[in-house]
């Protein structure tokens, strides 16, 4: 009996330590783990459960569509744009230490401010001349909006790679 206790008692102490880290991550607006890892001595099975945790939420996001607008506190410039999240690729492989993830997503509808003029974001990132820094710029967005609703995609140690197109 006692050792059921102690488990329990470790486990909600463990529970409340992550809920910590979640916490700081949103306060704190944080997007590499090494700040985590070296603040508060995370070790290799911290980032597994937190990579785990992002995964299994990951998965949940497919079929679910996105407004830049909806996130105030997120800055995207003059980015608005809706954007659906077609499917979650866990390639099981590692780049620079973090394990690689590949958001396929579509881009909806949006528009764009260019030199002050309106421009519909998907004709935007199709042009010859800057349409490479605005498919940046929106991979940027997308991949800003997950690490905001997911933050255990910081912890998890997650290089996400967003793959938008219209």
């Avoid at 809920?19 to 980032?47: A, C, P, Q, T, V």
């Avoid at 764009?112 to 974001?121: A, F, S």
Wanted: glycine share 8%; charged share 30%; proline share 1%.
């Amino acid at each position: 009996m006692k050792q059921i206790i102690r488990k329990i008692l470790k486990e909600n102490r463990q529970e409340k330590y992550y809920n910590i880290i979640i916490n700081y991550i949103e306060k704190n607006n944080i997007r590499d783990s090494n700040e985590l890892i070296d603040r508060f001595g995370l070790g290799e099975n911290d980032i597994e459960y937190f990579e785990g945790e992002a995964l299994r939420q990951l998965d949940e996001l497919e079929g679910m569509s996105f407004n830049t607008n909806d996130y105030p506190s997120l800055s995207f410039g003059s980015y608005e744009f809706k954007f659906g999240i077609n499917r979650v690729v866990n390639y099981e492989t590692f780049y620079e230490g973090k394990r690689e993830i590949e958001i396929d997503t579509k881009i909806l509808s949006g528009i764009l401010d260019i030199n002050g003029e309106t421009v519909d974001v998907m004709a935007a990132a199709i042009d010859n001349d800057y349409g490479w820094e605005v498919q940046g710029e929106m991979q940027d967005c997308v991949s800003d909006i997950i690490r905001y609703l997911i933050p255990e995609t910081v912890a998890g140690n997650l290089q996400i790679d967003v793959n938008a197109h219209a």
